[in-house]
Nanobody, 121 residues
């Protein structure tokens, strides 16, 4: 089992940047496929990005491709989401998630509590 804690959210103006971090407990972080999701008020949770166990493969939603970058540091048990050129429509609670199998980049067994990102226009 793994516990996930997100940080780095906040208020930023449109066009600005934020870097989210997700720290994982345990000594087997490298055995988890990791993802980021977000949920805006009144909307369903949506996939943002995912990264494979070693970081060799990354996946992005079309809405963030070219603006967001997912990365991981297995030595630090942490996954990151660098968000550039932020838009008001990026406003949401951002969640990180972990899954051992990585069978689907949309399905995960473990979730963090979320961190709020607000982009002002």
């Amino acid at each position: 089992q793994v516990q996930l804690v997100e940080s780095g959210g906040g208020l930023v103006q449109a066009g600005g940047s934020l870097r989210l971090s997700c720290a994982a407990s345990g000594r087997t972080f490298s055995s988890y496929f990791m993802g980021w999701f977000r949920q805006a008020p009144g909307k369903e949770r949506e996939f943002v990005a995912a990264i494979s166990w070693s970081g060799g493969s990354t996946y992005y939603a079309d809405s963030v491709k070219g603006r967001f970058t997912i990365s991981r540091d297995n030595a630090k048990n942490t996954v990151y989401l660098q968000m550039n050129s932020l838009k008001p429509e990026d406003t949401a609670v951002y969640y990180c998630a972990a899954d051992r199998t990585g069978e689907s980049k949309y399905e995960y067994d473990y979730w963090g509590q979320g961190t709020q990102v607000t982009v002002s226009s």
